[in-house]
């Protein structure tokens, strides 16, 4: 197609999606591309599952619409039970949305409404990490920290405060340290006192990074420190679960790993699997029914609570259970990990493996001993990413270093992936580096 009328966020043309079935997917010349990144960490099930379809089906043959304000789902009340039962114990209210964006945006507003049942209305500021991304509307992306991606913006939202990502690999610290996990969580309470507790509405946190920091796992300590100084200081914790949800990371909710619940949860990616655009914001019973108490929650989308959507949603879930897909990703993730961990031998650039389930990233560096990262000019993290998928693997890349500089590459395949699987990738991934490396000029070698 040399002329479209559709646009996205370039000019990169890739070729035109005919089918796509597990983990693969075929453009209309029939060549064939392993999804290696479930496309945006989205299809967590594969694509086409035949009962997720069937359900869909089902649910289009008696509505595929009825505006919430007229008519409750069926579909949209199983799926609310689903969730909430899923969900830590004192989260049981589930309001739908249909991206991950409008779930964030849901979190804060009803953070917002919630303090001011509790007149603290100079509550308001939203703390959060930088780098991290929490969505592109306005009120989710002064949340993110990703500066390509805010700065162009800037005038036009509402500046948030930020604090460091606990990214003790680039700082040399150990991980697996519980001082490691106190230094960067108590960044949070030196924050909450510059900006004044009583100002302070709330903070959100991905229990694994996403793609601005690419799968980054808090050191030992951290999750549950930061739950305790949101306690002590009255603020609100989020939990941005829009790609750890789903049972990607070995839990169906990244923070399970965690003794540390959340007050809001909000999920989206892998919750409708790639059917059909589903989110949700999770909350506590007490704050949802204090905000009702007093007018009703102040907000909406024409598609919360679809019942198509919902129908998709439930099937989904049932997949993941059925086939204990959670516990494949956790299993599988261990193999995969430890496959991408030994390419460390055979490419001195890789200078980092991270990540939880399937749920998984390396980082390319200059230098493993100061971790310096590539010069910018290779442009390592477009040029392997299209490398891989002219040699059909798809992965996902993004900027390290808050989005100007660095190269990390998320590995997610689907939740269903296989030994057989594993191995596909690994040959796709380890084709893919020599090349990058031969053109870079880096040095390489093979493994020992």
Request: hydrophobic share 40%; net charge negative; glycine share 12%.
């Amino acid at each position: 197609m040399t002329n479209s009328n559709l646009f996205y966020q370039t000019r990169l043309k890739r070729p035109e999606l005919d089918r796509a079935e597990g983990i693969y997917l075929w453009d209309t010349s029939g060549k064939r591309y392993l999804d290696g990144s479930s496309g945006a960490m989205v299809s967590n099930i594969g694509h086409s599952n035949p009962a997720v379809l069937a359900a869909m089906r089902a649910q289009m043959d008696k509505s595929t619409f009825g505006y919430r304000l007229h008519f409750q789902a069926a579909s949209a009340e199983v799926l609310a039970e689903k969730t909430a039962n899923l969900a830590p114990a004192v989260l049981d209210k589930v309001f739908f949305v249909s991206g991950g964006s409008e779930a964030v945006e849901s979190a804060i507003k009803l953070a917002r409404q919630y303090a001011l049942t509790q007149n603290e209305a100079q509550r308001w500021k939203i703390i959060s990490r930088f780098p991290s991304y929490h969505g592109c509307t306005l009120g989710a992306l002064a949340l993110t920290g990703y500066a390509p991606m805010t700065a162009p913006f800037d005038p036009m939202m509402q500046p948030m405060p930020k604090i460091p990502t606990p990214r003790a690999y680039l700082d040399g610290l150990d991980p697996n340290d519980p001082v490691t996990g106190r230094h960067y969580a108590d960044m949070l309470e030196e924050q909450i006192l510059r900006e004044g507790p009583e100002t302070v509405l709330a903070f959100i946190v991905e229990p694994v990074g996403g793609a601005s920091t690419g799968a980054l796992v808090p050191p030992v300590g951290y999750m549950e420190r930061i739950r305790q100084i949101c306690d002590q200081y009255g603020v609100l914790l989020i939990h941005d679960e829009v790609m750890t949800g789903g049972g990607r990371t070995g839990r169906f909710f990244g923070g399970d790993h965690w003794q540390a619940v959340p007050d809001i949860i909000t999920i989206s990616k892998g919750f409708g699997g790639g059917y059909v655009p589903l989110g949700a914001m999770i909350a506590r019973d007490d704050m949802v029914e204090a905000v009702l108490d007093k007018g009703g929650f102040v907000h909406g989308f024409t598609y919360a609570g679809n019942p198509l959507a919902c129908a998709a949603g439930l099937a989904v879930i049932d997949e993941i259970e059925r086939h204990d897909l959670t516990g494949n990703a956790a299993r599988m993730g261990e193999v995969l990990k430890s496959r991408m961990s030994g390419l460390m031998a055979r490419y001195p650039f890789i200078g980092d493996v991270r990540g939880k389930g399937l749920l998984l990233a390396f980082e390319l560096v200059s230098d493993r001993t100061s971790m310096a990262p590539l010069p910018k000019g290779l442009n390592a993290y477009n040029r392997l990413v299209d490398i891989a998928y002219d040699k059909g693997l798809i992965i996902y890349s993004r900027r390290t270093r808050g989005g100007y500089e660095g190269d990390h590459f998320l590995v997610c395949p689907p939740m269903i992936i296989t030994q057989e699987g594993i191995d596909e990738i690994m040959t796709g991934l380890t084709t893919a580096l020599d090349q990058f490396a031969t053109e870079a000029g880096l040095e390489w070698g093979s493994v020992a």
